[in-house]
T-cell receptor, first 113, second 113 residues
């Protein structure tokens, strides 16, 4: 099992550009999450999904969109990149409701200039 | 909102020394989790605690769920260079939907050989 994989590993965007961060898990987990981590800070939840076709906002959803068409994939979309979105983005998954044991991908480091 | 306060913010220790760090909150929680993040990687779950007063070990790591349910402690005995990383505490965000975690800002551990 590869676990949770994320692509790309690094990306530089210009202000106003758009991009999609990819996340895939092969553990058949129903629950998937997107976090951002700013320097010296913990992780903050952007969006989450409790199953295919169901998504909901987390703590910091503004400027992002998600979709969940399959159990395996949970892409994160930035439509109009802003410098405030410069961060490291982590995708995670878990296998049961209320599961606290989330498994994280290696992250995508995004810089918006 | 609910906040987790971790201390110390960073530690510089000699190989072989023991390490103690803690996580506190003004709110009561039913779960405490400890994650480790190595440079360029996503967080990895070390220990999960589900009951007040619980003491759980994972190799040289020992974590305790505070009896007041407002804090947790992580100890590392006989540190080695590969213990280097950022240690995060996390718990369940009752303000959100199930499975959403909130994270402390982390304790950065440096180990000098």
């Amino acid at each position: 099992n590869a676990g949770v994989t994320q692509t790309p590993k690094f990306r530089i965007l210009k202000i106003g550009q758009s991009m999609t961060l990819q996340c895939t898990q092969d553990m058949n987990h129903n629950y998937m999450y997107w976090y951002r981590q700013d320097p010296g800070m913990g992780l903050k939840l952007i969006y989450y999904s409790v199953g295919a076709g169901i998504t909901d906002k987390g703590e910091v959803p503004n400027g992002y969109n998600v979709s969940r068409s399959t159990t395996e994939d949970f892409p994160l979309r930035l439509e109009l990149a802003a410098p405030s979105q410069t961060s490291v983005y982590f995708c995670a998954s878990s296998n049961r409701q209320g599961a606290f044991e989330q498994y994280f991908g290696p992250g995508t480091r995004l810089t918006v200039t | 909102g609910q906040q987790l306060n971790q201390s110390p913010q960073s530690m510089f220790i000699q190989e072989g020394e023991d390490v103690s760090m803690n996580c506190t909150s003004s709110s009561i929680f039913n779960t405490w989790l400890w994650y480790k993040q190595e440079p360029g990687e996503g967080p990895v779950l070390l220990i999960a605690l589900y009951k007040a007063g619980e003491l759980t070990s994972n190799g040289r790591l020992t974590a305790q769920f505070g009896i007041t349910r407002k804090d947790s402690f992580l100890n590392i005995s006989a540190s080695i260079p590969s213990d280097v990383g950022i240690y995060f505490c996390a718990t369940m965000n009752y303000g959100g939907s199930q499975g959403n975690l909130i994270f402390g800002k982390g304790t950065k551990l440096s180990v000098k050989p």
